[in-house]
């Protein structure tokens, strides 16, 4: 019995190894390509280990594309997409989950709609709205589409669901009027859901592709993800170059996740579905 | 005092959902009938719009460049949903198992998660090079990964793949991890093997979660855009091979500027998304198992 089963594990780790090697060699090959020569990296047969780590590539990609603007623009991005999302689907879920008002179930229907739709539907609209107000190539146009959450307000509302009733009635019994019960005592209740919230909002406003390519033609005002791609078409078979620039496009993030890693892969999997 | 509190709490009611309510409207709901109304319009000088009819659509259905970007992205969910949801489940059963070092191998297959699609498209696409490419040196092909018509879909998918089986591994983990012990312990007694056990307690108990991520997987394929974009530029001989429906969209509107037949495009994904998934919901009732 103790050797199948430790057979079975070693299986286990063999298959689970091999795989890990899999998901963890693009990222090396990327380290290693930045720090190679061009020509170092058009040879063949490849060298594995670049025969010089230079830095050349890294100060192309940060010549051609403003690195300083892009994390700048996508730390706002992502901190007013959160502050928005949190504080808006906050209220609007504790609204639709604990408070009575007429027409509260058209007005959910109104979130449910959005949730269904992609959001390529909006999009043009939405780009048309913000040219007109003269907004694009603004913090605030990157921030727009993500103002209020949909998603956020679903998701805040089964977190408020699940608070039993009698912990805000013990709060209007204290004196609390409705808004006092929600920001003391049942937003605090639910600081792991929001704090899911928050890591979708961040993994997704910065892996957001098309929107800040719309709204953001500048290259001073342009998110990491939309920077890489001019990146892209501008060096197309300088390889070290374009491997610099996704690496200084994914560190910040690497380095957060390294460091939260279980409330992203928590935050990520409680959100799971959308 | 209780018709007092109930006042208030109305008045409360619409104050707490007001700012996601307006958003929505301004944001999402006028947008929604804008685009339709646009698909209905031709795009004018100066901005300016004039009602067509359904002659966008008649223009869509006429070209082959349409049809053949609604095949990609229907092809693309063929090669990358029924695999990327069976590694996932096989990965998940992986991770379930009684070993050390479980969450170092969950945060590395989670890790494509949260690197941009961008960044991701491009190493690959830096791999995946015909002539420097480290897959054609490992292999010892000169395959055109990226340029050739026949391949070049297969090679987005084998990506999108690589991006997705860990998230959906660890969202059907947890799925499997809520299944009560005493189903095992029960079955053990009757003298089922681990295999049995599988396919008689884990698949039928884990099938709602599947569900969801099957159907998650088939939303995002449908509307792919950003790795076909990043992998396939728009100079490959390969790109009417690749384009997916919402690269089209993204070609017609921003960079053709043809906003009214762009929108056919949307409104036509939208409606082949409801009609899958509508698909799914029926097809669920056969197979997902909802008691617990």
Redesign the interface.
């Known amino acids: 019995m103790t050797i199948k089963k430790s057979s079975s594990n070693i299986l286990t780790y063999v298959v689970l190894g091999a795989g890990a090697i899999l998901m963890l060699f693009p990222f090396v090959w990327m380290v290693l390509t930045a720090f190679k020569s061009n020509f170092e990296a058009m040879q063949i047969p490849p060298t594995i280990l670049p025969s010089q780590w230079n830095l050349d590539a890294f100060k192309k990609a940060m010549d051609s594309l403003p690195f300083a603007n892009l994390y700048i623009n996508t730390a706002l991005l992502i901190f007013f997409r959160i502050i928005c999302a949190v504080v808006f689907s906050s209220m609007a879920g504790y609204g639709f989950a604990k408070l009575a008002f007429p027409g509260k179930n058209l007005l959910f229907g109104i979130v449910l709609i959005q949730m269904m739709l992609p959001s390529q539907i909006f999009i043009i609209p939405q780009y048309q709205m913000l040219a007109s107000m003269g907004l694009t190539n603004t913090i605030f146009a990157l921030v727009f589409p993500g103002l209020v959450s949909a998603f956020g307000t679903f998701f805040l509302r089964q977190a408020y669901l699940g608070i039993p009733d009698e912990i805000s009635e013990a709060a209007y019994l204290d004196g609390c009027n409705t808004w006092q019960a929600f920001v003391k005592v049942m937003f605090p209740l639910t600081t792991a859901a929001s704090a899911a919230l928050a890591v979708f909002t961040a993994v997704f406003a910065y892996g957001d592709l098309m929107w800040p390519l719309i709204a953001n033609t500048d290259l001073t005002m342009m998110t990491l993800a939309s920077g890489l791609s001019t990146l892209n078409g501008q060096f197309t078979t300088n390889f070290p170059v374009l491997m610099a620039g996704s690496l200084l496009a994914m560190a910040p993030m690497l380095v957060l996740y390294m460091i939260f890693q279980r409330q992203f892969i928590e935050g990520v999997a409680m959100t799971g579905g959308k | 005092m209780k018709n007092k509190?109930?006042g208030?709490?109305?008045m409360?009611?619409?104050?707490?959902?007001g700012?996601?309510?307006?958003?929505?409207?301004?944001?999402?709901?006028?947008?929604?009938i804008?685009?339709i109304r646009?698909s209905l319009s031709a795009t004018k000088a100066f901005g300016a719009y004039e009602f067509v009819g359904l002659q966008n659509y008649m223009d869509m259905f006429a070209s082959t460049e349409f049809w053949k970007a609604t095949w990609n992205s229907i092809w693309f969910c063929v090669l990358t949903v029924p695999v990327g949801v069976f590694l996932a489940l096989l990965?998940a059963i992986?991770?379930n198992?009684n070993?050390k070092g479980k969450s170092i191998?969950?945060?590395?297959?989670?890790?494509?998660?949260?690197?941009?699609?961008?960044?991701?498209a491009?190493?690959?696409?830096?791999?995946f090079?015909a002539?420097?490419g480290?897959i054609n040196?490992l292999l010892g092909t000169r395959i055109k990964w990226i340029t050739d018509p026949s391949i070049v879909l297969f090679t987005c998918a084998v990506v999108s793949v690589?991006s997705s089986v860990?998230?959906d591994a660890?969202?059907l983990l947890?799925g499997i991890q809520n299944i009560s012990k005493s189903y095992y312990e029960a079955a053990s007694l009757d003298g089922a093997g681990p295999i049995k056990q599988f396919f008689t307690i884990t698949i039928p108990m884990v099938s709602p979660t599947l569900f969801?991520v099957l159907i998650?997987r088939l939303?995002a394929s449908l509307?792919v855009?950003?790795l076909i974009?990043?992998m396939v530029?728009q100079s490959n001989p390969a790109l009417t091979d690749a384009q997916s429906l919402?690269y089209l969209?993204?070609r017609e509107?921003?960079i053709a500027g043809n906003?009214g037949y762009?929108?056919a495009i949307?409104?036509w994904?939208?409606l082949l998304?409801g009609v899958v998934t509508a698909i799914q919901f029926i097809g669920q009732k056969k197979w997902v198992n909802y008691e617990v």
Not at chain 2, 19 to 32: A, K, R, S, V
Not at chain 2, 105 to 120: C, D, G
Not at chain 2, 122 to 127: D, E, I, L, S
């Open positions: 509190q109930r208030n709490n109305m409360w009611g619409y104050i707490m959902v700012p996601t309510i307006l958003g929505l409207l301004i944001l999402n709901i006028y947008p929604f804008d685009t646009l990965l992986l991770l198992a070993i191998f969950r945060t590395i297959y989670f890790l494509p998660m949260v690197v941009a699609p961008a960044a991701v491009m190493v690959w696409k830096w791999m090079n002539e420097f480290i040196s690589w860990g998230y660890i969202l947890s969801v998650m939303m509307k855009y950003d974009y990043m530029d919402m969209f993204y509107s921003f906003k762009a929108s949307v409104i994904t939208v998304i």
